[in-house]
């Protein structure tokens, strides 16, 4: 953890639940297609993933009906008497403050199988390694069912106590050890608490400008310094686990360089502000139209935002307006003139102080609402606070775009995308329900037809929106499995990466189709291009098209940069592995080259070559003793030449 080399990736309990994963398959699995090692059985592995993906969906449903029952508005009822230009109550008759709770279960269940079917969340479940987002996220929402229910209970109970025992465990302790949990899991853990100040703030106070007005002045509730007493104990929490975080990385941020992050890396502050925001726009387009998935994003695969010409401009521009608007309704609400003209707050304080005996209901205003609470705490709680870490905002991380990252910030956006069809579902059923109470005009016979031909419409192109998302999801479940099909895919979306190429290219080699896999990976086959790790798959691919000519060439090369990276002891990227790693294969590569595609004329000449062949390799044993596959070539070529000698060949 403390080498410069490390990528600072301490994930304890998701280590632990692979090496559980393995004993269990040590012991109970009969499969032996990997090694004679039972352990490796990845039928297990994916079956544990797909379990957690079921507690986190369940998880996610219980959580949303939190989010949508306890955002709620108020309905104030005040009883004037007199007209002596006094105020004047009868006893018992005070101002009430009455909770009006929105129970939307509809809006909760479709989070729940938005969640679930999403096919962005196929690579997390069909990719083992990606494991730690789950157990991320399940330590996560327990951590927000834990905090939401001791606060919405305590508020039941209208409790005068400042601790109790309940309320205590509930908001400070198994939040925290929720959060440490999910620390361990993945480092985007760390803004779990962030999630429930902000989801407690946005259901009580319409602004961070009213609840400040509130908290000062004299006639504040108990509930502001709560909030208060909260969110301070709350931060330390967070900020002592993860200074605790930042001491096991030996106080050293991971090295990253910019191939693999070309956005965050950028010198130009123009380039990274837009490319980085682009990259935002990319995972909002995933979430509403999740057809561009792919498991590789890395080095040049997203074009960077180089100047303002580009068309790409706009679309962060529309990411912003809707930010800053959000941002404008947190901190100011509906108190700033933007909501509202001073002339009209004025005229709504006289109706409320007229001198009459009356009963004054006043309705919750569209500011007022409790979606436009939902859409707050969905944005910046569950969208941009679990995604925080990942966003390039605070430090810059070793990749471009993942879609595993988005895992549970996608809660979010399944929350606002519920919220809109529980807004207008309910339209359509409140108009139905009034025109059929006036049923002595044809005209809202008429109406009610139509509301109700809408809203059939709508609940149609919601099943549609299920079953492609099924489909979808099905489909990359299927790319998953298969390593081939996988790369194929990702080829097709993103041609543009190297890691795509050299992966796909590898899997085309396997299944001996040459051809393909010499176009694939052409654009990388030169050691200048992206080192000689490539060249060696790329000329083993050209010996089997019979192109040793052209493959010798670029092992030449390859072996010269092998050389320089072993001078620049500098470079701490530069290990000595690592390089006798590459050096090894490139010399099983020119080993095969060394036979030749032509055949030798002669019994002896063919009897040199091989004695050649098995030299190089010899060689590449030497050079890296760890690597199987020059061992494996090796041994094959020894029993080969013992072959010949049983046969009566004299060997030198």
């Known amino acids: 953890m403390k080498e410069l080399t490390s990528h600072k990736s301490f994930r304890p309990l998701t ?24 352990g490796l059985d990845i039928t297990s592995y994916k079956l544990v993933n797909v379990l957690m993906h079921a507690v986190v969906c369940i998880l996610v449903t219980e959580a949303a009906g939190y989010i949508f029952y306890a955002t709620h508005t108020q309905k104030t009822i005040k009883i004037n008497e007199n007209n002596d230009g006094k105020e004047n109550t009868k006893k018992g008759e005070e101002e009430q403050i009455i909770p009006y709770y929105y129970n939307w279960r509809e809006a909760q269940v479709m989070t729940g199988v938005l969640f679930a079917i999403h096919p962005v969340h196929a690579e997390v479940v069909s990719n083992v390694t990606s494991r730690g987002e789950m157990l991320m996220s399940i330590f996560s929402l327990m951590a927000f069912l834990s905090y939401a229910r001791a606060v919405t209970s305590f508020e039941e109970e209208r409790s005068s106590k400042f601790f109790s025992v309940s309320t205590t465990l509930g908001v400070y302790v198994f939040p925290v050890l929720g959060m440490a949990l999910s620390l361990f899991s993945k480092e985007q853990g760390a803004t779990t608490l962030i999630t429930l100040i902000v989801w407690d703030f946005c259901r009580q106070f319409e602004s961070i400008q009213s609840y400040f007005e509130e908290l000062v002045s004299s006639s504040n509730s108990r509930r502001t310094w709560y909030m208060l007493r909260r969110t301070v104990l709350l931060a330390m929490q967070t900020l002592a686990l993860c200074g605790y975080r930042y001491w096991l990385n030996g106080e050293t941020s991971p090295d990253f360089i910019e191939d693999q992050n070309p956005a965050g890396f950028a010198s130009d502050r123009f380039t990274r502000i837009f490319s980085i925001c682009w990259v935002y726009c990319l995972y909002i387009r995933d979430a509403v139209y999740p057809k561009f998935l792919c498991p590789d994003w890395s080095g040049r695969s997203i074009r960077l935002i180089r100047d303002s010409d580009d068309e790409r401009i706009w679309g962060v521009i529309l990411l912003w307006v809707f930010a800053f608007a959000c941002v404008v309704s947190l901190v100011i609400g509906h108190e700033s003139s933007f909501f509202g003209t001073s002339e009209e707050k004025e005229e709504e304080k006289k109706k409320k102080n007229q001198r009459q005996t009356f009963v004054i209901v006043v309705e919750p205003k569209w500011y007022e609402h409790p979606a436009r609470r939902i859409i707050l705490s969905a944005f910046f709680g569950f969208t941009f606070a679990p995604f925080l870490l990942s966003s390039n905002l605070l430090v810059v991380i070793g990749l471009m775009k993942a879609d595993r990252v988005i895992y549970l910030p996608l809660l979010g956006f399944c929350v606002i995308q519920a919220l809109i069809f529980q807004l207008i579902w309910n339209q359509f059923s409140t108009n ?11 005209t809202t016979n008429s109406s009610s037809i139509l509301l109700g031909c809408c809203r059939t419409i709508f609940y149609w192109i919601y099943l549609i929106q299920i079953l492609l998302y099924t489909a979808k999801t099905h489909e990359r479940n299927i790319a998953w499995h298969h390593s081939l099909n996988l790369w194929l895919t990702a080829y097709q979306i993103n041609p543009v990466s190297h890691h795509t190429m050299y992966n796909c290219g590898y899997e085309l080699s396997i299944k001996q189709r040459y051809e393909e896999a010499e176009y694939v990976m052409r654009p990388i086959g030169d050691p200048h291009v992206d080192g000689p790790s490539n060249t060696f798959v790329y000329a083993m691919v050209l010996y089997n098209l019979k192109q040793c000519e052209i493959a010798n060439v670029l092992i030449d090369k390859a072996m010269d940069i092998l050389q320089e990276q072993r001078d620049d002891t500098e470079n701490i990227r530069n290990q ?40 190089i390799l010899y060689q590449a044993v030497q050079v890296d003793p760890t690597n199987n596959y020059a061992i494996q070539q090796a041994q094959g070529m020894m029993k080969q030449m013992e072959q010949l000698q ?3 060949y004299s060997l030198n």
């Open 15 to 38: 280590t632990l639940t692979f090496r559980l994963n393995y004993l269990w398959n040590t012991k109970y699995s009969t499969d032996r297609t990997h090694n004679d090692d039972p």
């Open 432 to 442: 139905n329900d009034n025109n059929k109470s006036n049923v002595t005009t044809n």
């Open 576 to 615: 000595p592995h690592m390089i006798d790693r590459s050096e090894s294969n490139i010399l099983v590569a020119r080993a095969h080259c060394v036979m030749g595609n032509e055949g030798s004329v002669t019994v002896e000449g063919m009897i040199a070559k091989m004695q050649e062949k098995g030299s």
């Open 646 to 648: 049983k046969a009566g």
